[in-house]
């Protein structure tokens, strides 16, 4: 499976179309439901089809940036949220005043390194888990499915799934906080 999702980014970054193709109906379903559950019921059907029309449309303009060796579901996922996020932000369509503006943007930049920060400490202590608990926790904060889908998928009870999410933040808060991460608290 890997092999074949490395020669399609191949082919994508080539230009190859069939390959798109082949990776749009591959990945629609499961993208259409991350937008679903990340829009909670705040976007009509329309605007998800759109949502996820659109992440190909950014995947393939960017095609040239493609490496074979990353995962194509991981980089979907991640052009499927920041748009999802994009498009729900654009529906409030909140007017500021400039100095609100300017005291906003300041804070982005803050926030902005903040995050890069917790970014590398999330991805470290992802790593350092078992792969079932790494699925689990990809499953439920990126891919944003149910405990019981989880379940189900893992052959696990949803107690267990809910057990291992509750023993996997208590560890991550402890991590955050030996990391001297303020997002532990």
Request: aromatic share 8%; charged share 35%; glycine share 2%.
């Amino acid at each position: 499976m890997k092999q074949l999702l490395s020669e399609l980014a191949i082919r994508i970054r080539d230009g190859d179309t069939a390959a798109l193709e082949e990776i749009m109906s591959r990945y629609t379903p499961y993208l259409f439901t991350i937008v679903s559950n990340m829009a909670k019921e705040q976007l009509t059907e329309q605007d998800i089809e759109e949502t996820v029309s659109d992440v190909f449309l950014r995947f393939w303009k960017n095609r040239a940036l493609l490496k074979p060796d990353l995962s194509l579901k991981s980089y979907l996922i991640r052009i499927t949220r920041n748009l999802t996020i994009d498009k729900l932000r654009k529906q409030k369509n909140i007017e500021l005043p400039l100095i609100e503006e300017l005291e906003y943007a300041e804070d982005y930049i803050e926030a902005e390194v903040d995050a890069k920060e917790l970014y590398a400490s999330l991805q470290t202590y992802i790593d350092s888990q078992t792969s079932q608990d790494k699925e689990i926790l990809l499953r439920y904060y990126t891919s944003f499915q149910k405990t019981k889908d989880i379940a189900k998928e893992m052959h696990l009870t949803e107690g267990a799934v809910r057990t291992r999410l509750c023993r996997l933040r208590a560890k991550l808060k402890c991590f955050l906080e030996k990391e001297d991460c303020h997002y532990a608290e």
